[in-house]
């Protein structure tokens, strides 16, 4: 019988995923389910983007370049400068959703056994992200009292080796929904300086902001150019999910 590699042994089952079945089965039977395991928006998808699909008269679905449509990367480019954010089309990489993107990025700045640092809790896919690529994930414990706020940096200071590649961050947070300021973002900043790591930054829910509160991205801060890298998807601000369409973004020409 063939045998799976250690690698897929220890790929770990998506806990996001797990309950699925048994959601499944509750409808079956009449229960009502509302499903808080995956981050589906409830609102409707821009009829612009319907109509384009429905719409489209290509002959042929041809391949693209490797980094992703020119005219979708310059509108991407557009779309973060409305954000304060400025890359340049060159600047992003286009991916089969966000869940790419960072497999991509993991990829390309860790080897086996490097770690990335990750404020705890975090979504549940970068553990399985982190195991594809063989690298280990390292929590930082961030607490309910203080709303699940950036841990103070000591903490991260702790936990850094010679085997640390990266700090990832979701922001606005998933599942804790907290936003990290621009203090912390700096703070962030400072210490990857120190130790020139990379600063990744999953950005999907950049939009989700509430009370006036605003979004600083990490790409917003100076000197961060070596450094800073965003992963972004359409999937929630436009509630394309199934689009599966997202991105990379970094000034780093290495990555």
């Known amino acids: ?19 699925v079945p048994y959601a499944e089965e ?9 499903h808080l395991n995956i981050g589906q928006p409830d609102i409707k998808t821009p009829q612009v983007a319907l109509d384009a699909v429905k719409n489209n008269t290509l002959d042929v679905i041809a ?40 497999a991509f990025t993991m990829g390309s ?12 809790p975090f979504y549940a896919n970068y553990n399985g992200f982190a195991t594809a690529t063989g690298v280990k994930v390292v929590p930082v414990i961030s607490h309910i009292d203080s709303n699940f706020a950036l841990p103070p940096i000591e903490e991260f200071e702790k936990l850094i080796t010679p085997r640390t590649k990266a700090i990832l961050i979701c922001n606005p947070g998933n599942p804790t929904g907290y936003l990290y300021t621009r203090e912390e973002i700096k703070k962030l900043a400072a ?4 130790h020139d790591l990379f600063l990744i930054a999953d950005e999907v829910y950049r939009e989700f ?33 199934g689009a599966r369409i997202g991105c990379l973004a970094t000034k780093n020409k290495s990555v």
């Open 26 to 34: 509750a409808k079956k039977k009449g229960v009502k389910v509302i």
């Open 63 to 102: 391949y693209s370049r490797t980094e992703g449509s020119e005219e979708y990367r310059e509108k991407l480019a557009a779309y973060y400068a409305k954000n304060d954010i400025h890359v340049a089309a060159q600047d992003i990489i286009v991916t089969t959703g966000g869940s790419e993107a960072l």
């Open 109 to 120: 700045i860790a080897d086996t056994d490097d770690e990335i640092i990750i404020p705890e």
């Open 209 to 241: 902001t509430y009370d006036g509160a605003e979004h600083y991205s990490i790409l917003q801060e100076e000197g961060l150019e070596e450094h800073a890298i965003i992963v972004d998807s359409v999937s929630k601000r436009y509630s394309m999910c």
């Open 191 to 194: 210490i990857v300086k120190k």
């Open 1 to 19: 019988m063939p045998v799976v590699s250690q690698k897929g042994l220890s790929m770990p089952e998506s806990p996001i995923r797990k309950l």
